[in-house]
């Protein structure tokens, strides 16, 4: 017993040193910076804010609630993400957060902004920025750079963009009324998806502000069109529409010439046709295992992206039949002749994994394959073997990523295809990959502080 507790007491003497890192850097102060440092009444400036310790390092661990607020001018205009003027930082920040074209000063003179912690208010700083006058905007210029003037396009729905210099008053004018006013980005672009269009024709124009809300700037006028669908999926047919298991059979669409896509889904698997002649799409298809009256949805979209779907709009019903090997007679001995073989399982090989961190979640992408059904994301274990965690079909896998959770786990992919005789099989294992997802350091320090309190109540009651 006495060689346990030296174990457990060696065990938490490392783990403590091993963390004493955390409770060393305490925050100090934060360093905030203004971009730029001069600015005019009414211009938007970036404001980024970063918790660090005595010596000027970020703090890697800060997550407390911050006040902002300005004493010289308390009518200035504050990032629209607070809430009673405070913001609490999140993991994904990384401890420095940025607030882009969030902070108008309304008055000229040496401006200020205070950022305050709520839990301890000697951890502060003061940042300041320079604000003339001079209301007056010069040589500012602003244009549409998407979409294309007269583009047509077959959703009510677009992605504009506009050109300016950055942190100027922008207004957004859609079918000749007010729709956005913003500022401009640190790219100088601005892009906003405008809902709700007009069928046929509509109009978007752009116009930079000075502080007295005058027009200094407007842009050309770009119109677009939007046209309503026209598909119209006429019939869909399977031939024969009763087959025996795991055979071939037609699948025939009628519907408009010269689409992008048209697709069958059967049994939630999902097959392209070719256009094999003016209004005609047809593809071979192969029957399930399982015997069953399966519906047949059609799904239809061309290049405006215009979608009809058409659910039930035919089935398909697999025979019940047995399976089993047939068998001959030769000179009065029974012989078993083999069923048909397939061919080789083809190998499809995920490659081109990327990871892409947002502050909410973690998404792995990879290169999409033709021809296969789905993917299996896997997780590697501490023993090396893989765990099945989900299985997606497109070539994306999101992790969600809470404020506790900080570890990270190696995924791996593998492509899920179908045979000649409709066997479902899975290919190769992609690289591993290491994504964000869960609490590692937490949880170790929370299980040496339990090891702790559990070595100290076993002491009491034995004392």
Not at 50 to 75: C, H, M, Q, R
Request: charged residues 25%; hydrophobic residues 40%; glycine residues 2%.
């Amino acid at each position: 017993m006495k060689f346990a507790k030296k174990l457990i007491l060696a065990f938490l003497a490392s783990t403590i040193c091993s963390y004493s890192w955390v409770f060393a850097a305490w925050v100090d102060h934060f360093e905030v910076k203004f971009t730029p440092l001069t600015a005019k009444v009414w211009e938007a400036l970036d404001l980024e804010i970063e918790a660090v310790d005595k010596n000027g390092k970020t703090v890697p661990w800060y997550k407390w609630t911050i006040l902002i607020f300005s004493e010289t001018d308390p009518e200035a205009v504050l990032p629209s993400i607070l809430e009673e003027n405070t913001y609490t930082f999140t993991t994904s920040d990384q401890w420095k957060v940025k607030f882009e074209n969030a902070v108008i000063f309304k008055s000229a003179w040496l401006q200020d902004i205070n950022i305050y912690d709520l839990n301890d208010d000697t951890v502060l700083w003061i940042a300041e920025a320079q604000i003339s006058a001079d209301t007056s905007i010069k040589n500012i210029e602003i244009s549409i750079s998407s979409p294309e003037n007269w583009l047509t396009i077959g959703k009510n729905s677009i992605s504009v963009s506009w050109l300016t210099q950055k942190n100027h008053q922008v207004k957004i004018i859609v079918n000749w009324k007010e729709e956005i006013s913003t500022t401009s980005n640190d790219s100088w672009i601005y892009e906003k998806t405008i809902e709700k269009l007009a069928d046929w024709e509509n109009s978007f124009k752009a116009q930079v502000l000075d502080a007295s809300w005058k027009v200094v700037w407007e842009s050309k006028e770009v119109k677009i069109k939007v046209e309503e669908s026209n598909l119209n999926i006429k019939s869909v047919k399977a031939n024969p529409n009763k087959v025996d298991p795991e055979t071939s059979y037609d699948v025939e669409v009628i519907t408009n010439p010269k689409l992008d896509e048209v697709s069958v889904i059967i049994n939630d698997v999902v097959t392209k046709l070719k256009e094999t002649k003016a209004w005609v799409y047809t593809g071979k298809l192969v029957a399930p295992k399982e015997a069953w009256t399966y519906k047949i949805d059609a799904k239809v979209k061309d290049e405006l992206w215009h979608e009809k779907t058409e659910l039930w709009a035919a089935s398909i019903t697999v025979n019940e039949v047995e399976l089993n090997a047939a068998t001959e007679v030769i000179e009065d001995k029974p012989v078993v002749v083999a069923a048909a073989t397939c061919d080789e399982n083809k190998e499809y090989n995920v490659s081109g994994l990327k990871l892409v961190e947002l502050k909410t979640k973690s998404v792995l992408t990879w290169d999409k394959l033709e021809w296969v059904e789905s993917y299996n994301v896997y997780k590697k274990l501490e023993n090396w073997e893989f765990e099945l965690i989900q299985n997606v079909l497109e070539p994306k896998f999101e992790v969600q990523i809470t404020w506790d959770e900080i570890k990270y786990d190696y995924f791996s992919v593998r492509a899920v295809a179908r045979n000649d005789c409709w066997d479902q099989y899975e290919s190769n294992f992609s690289d591993a990959t290491k994504v964000k997802t869960g609490p590692e350091l937490i949880i170790l320090l929370v299980l040496s502080l339990l090891i702790g309190w559990w070595y100290i109540v076993y002491n009491k009651r034995n004392a």
